[in-house]
């Protein structure tokens, strides 16, 4: 029985921290696309084979070291320019079309309006624009590569908003 308890333990840990997590929104930092409560499966081992793409929803390692994680979308990669000029955000001096974002809602700023991102950085930022309402890249700057936890595979709650997110 003791074998038994052991093995399926170090089956979970394994699991969990090289093949897939579970997660929870917790707050609003990335409506419209996710809200509070809403439960998803993030995919690890991608991280593994490859960099998070632009546009992928990731889970990172809160910067304050608080033990939290936070629910972000990739914006920028590394070699990217990123600025928010007139609350639009621009990568590589291009506008980036945001459709999941609220509509008519305009980025705002923290301090900076501008980053350069380094090889094995990320530039994320919560969907929800509305002042105050994501911590993000634009107050904490970049994060780094060893900070993307897992990348959102599917929404499974609530069941009537079943999502299969692309990569």
């Known amino acids: ?24 929104v917790i707050g609003q ?4 696309t ?3 409560r809403e439960r998803m499966i993030c995919l690890v081992f991608p991280n593994y084979f490859s960099d998070p793409k632009r546009g992928d929803i990731v889970i990172i390692d809160a910067p304050d070291e608080s033990g939290k994680e936070y629910v ?3 914006i920028g990669l590394p070699g990217d320019h990123i600025q928010i000029e007139e609350g639009k955000v621009f990568v590589n001096g291009v506008a980036l079309k945001e459709n999941y974002t ?7 700023i923290y301090q900076d309006k501008a980053w ?31 900070h993307v936890r897992s990348r959102a595979a599917l929404r ?4 009537s908003k079943f999502t299969v997110f692309s990569h």
Request: glycine share 8%; hydrophobic share 40%; charged share 20%.
């Open 72 to 74: 972000k979308r990739v």
């Open 102 to 108: 609220h509509p008519g809602v305009s980025t705002g």
């Open 156 to 159: 499974y709650y609530p069941f």
């Open 116 to 146: 350069d991102i380094k090889e094995g950085e990320f530039f994320v930022m919560g969907d929800n624009r509305q002042q105050g309402m994501s911590i993000d890249s634009r107050y904490f700057g970049p994060v780094e590569k060893k």
């Open 34 to 36: 996710l809200h509070e």
């Open 1 to 24: 029985m003791i074998k038994i308890v052991i093995m399926a333990v170090v089956l979970a840990v394994v699991i969990r921290h090289f093949i897939f997590n579970t997660t929870m």
């Open 29 to 32: 930092s990335m409506e419209p």
